[in-house]
């Protein structure tokens, strides 16, 4: 799936690194935002 040039290793995963950050805080800000309407 992925192409990987020479050069761009280091920038490709730090591209995904990225990326799965923000995945992440986005479903924990998700379950914190449905456990929240859950108690109410």
């Known amino acids: 799936m992925l192409l ?5 290793d280091l920038l ?3 591209t995904i690194y990225l990326s799965q ?4 805080s ?3 800000f998700i379950d914190i935002l449905f456990i929240y309407k859950s108690k109410n």
Do not use: A, V
Request: proline share 0%; no cysteine.
């Open 12 to 14: 490709t995963s730090e």
């Open 4 to 8: 990987k040039k020479n050069g761009d």
């Open 26 to 28: 986005f479903i924990l």
């Open 21 to 24: 950050r923000r995945n992440l």
